[in-house]
């Protein structure tokens, strides 16, 4: 098949690393592979460079842009609808929003349009791996974007999620409820999580962000941004650390809240026990995990935050607020799962972690062969994949 997948743009985060493991398998399994991607822009980092000789075509078209700009979208979408047109795909497969909805509608307009392929193609299949509507903004922007995304449901031929729950909060928005719906957990490369580093890289590490080795590290990866709850793991490190003063945080990752996070902190008087990476490229994640003891994450919106089975595949317990996806692996047998902004809750699961090293461990190993196959990149594409062959044979 000629597979043609949509994303905004190739910043460093789930949604994109799940689209680019996909497309190099498909094209390591015979199939040609094209992806259209807009500029990368913006303080998170770009992966276009793991794009280049990976065995499929990579197209940026500059028009697309996550920020909503009316004339230019109308632009990025009459783009998409000719590039789509001279490439003739028998799947037209989009992520996130602004690539979904413009993705999807171009795709639908040329069903039964190119020449020599059947009326029903091309089909047009959609990931969720994260909706646009959540609690935490206006109940008007919310209500703009559920009547969009019911408009795009209508030109999609079937729905893969990241998550049972993102399937769930779609239907009961009234999305899609004619059309198929798949859940294919997002792939993780596994090896590096797998196989952990040597004492001495660990060593060096922690020797370079000033961190004692013997020292209880809690980490979170995310970007430092609206929404991803660095706030809750600051007050809970203001209450911990008269208790257990041999504990320390680390920030991964960057955004538009870097400055105010480590100003907050300062106000608190919590510099001494907080370290910022700042961005790392993703194959420095692992070795970031496995030299810290415990995955802190608060986010309160996501789909299914990548990080999480990151942790375990490195025999880390993890800790996250009960939001989204979450639950799906996080469950009392790999770690705890806290009300979101519940910051009291947050701090007794810390507790019971440092508390009892036996339980650490326990929960760890736990969680490494609870998703060592669930988000093996293998099982996705093989799921994906039968997506496509279905619809393709059903018209």
Avoid at 331 to 340: A, H, I, K, V
Wanted: charged share 25%; with cysteine.
């Amino acid at each position: 098949m000629h597979i043609i997948h949509i994303i905004t743009r190739l910043i460093l985060g789930g949604a994109q690393e799940n689209t680019l493991i996909t497309c190099k398998l498909l094209a390591q399994r015979g199939h040609r592979v094209t992806l259209i991607t807009g500029p990368a822009i913006g303080p998170e980092g770009a992966l276009y460079e793991q794009t280049q000789n990976a065995g499929y075509e990579v197209i940026v078209l500059n028009e697309l842009i996550r920020p909503i700009r009316f004339h230019r979208d109308l632009k990025a979408y009459f783009k998409l609808k000719q590039t789509l047109r001279r490439l003739e795909p028998d799947i037209v497969h989009t992520h996130s929003a602004k690539a979904g909805i413009l993705g999807r509608f171009a795709g639908w307009s040329l069903k039964g349009k190119l020449p020599g392929k059947p009326r029903t193609l091309p089909r047009v299949v959609h990931t969720v791996h994260g909706l646009a509507f959540h609690p935490y903004q206006s109940h008007l922007l919310n209500a703009l974007y559920i009547l969009i995304e019911r408009a795009a449901g209508k030109r999609t031929d079937t729905f893969i999620t990241v998550a049972d729950t993102m399937t769930e909060k779609a239907k009961a928005a009234g999305i899609g409820l004619d059309k198929p719906w798949t859940t294919a957990y997002s792939a993780i490369e596994e090896e590096a999580f797998l196989t952990p580093p040597s004492e001495a890289q660990i060593i060096e590490f922690r020797q370079s962000r000033q961190i004692p080795l013997d020292a209880t590290v809690f980490v979170c990866i995310a970007r430092i941004a609206e929404l991803k709850g660095h706030e809750y793991i600051i007050e809970s490190a203001r209450r911990l650390r008269r208790e257990y003063p041999n504990c320390y945080w680390l920030f991964v990752g960057d955004g538009e809240l870097t400055e105010a996070t480590k100003a907050k902190i300062h106000s608190e008087g919590l510099q001494d026990c907080f370290r910022f990476t700042g961005l790392v490229p993703p194959d420095e994640i692992p070795t970031i995990l496995h030299a810290s003891d415990i995955l802190v994450h608060c986010s309160l919106r996501e789909g299914l935050a990548r990080v999480l089975p990151q942790a375990m595949l490195c025999g880390k317990p993890v800790i996250s607020f009960d939001i989204d996806g979450a639950k799906e692996v996080v469950t009392p047998q790999t770690g705890f799962l806290t009300e979101p902004e519940n910051v009291g809750q947050l701090i007794q699961a810390c507790q019971k972690l440092l508390d009892n090293s036996a339980l650490s461990r326990w929960l760890g190993e736990n969680g490494r062969t609870f998703v060592k196959e669930k988000f093996a990149p293998a099982t996705m594409v093989d799921i994906i994949e039968q997506v496509y062959c279905d619809i393709v044979k059903s018209g």
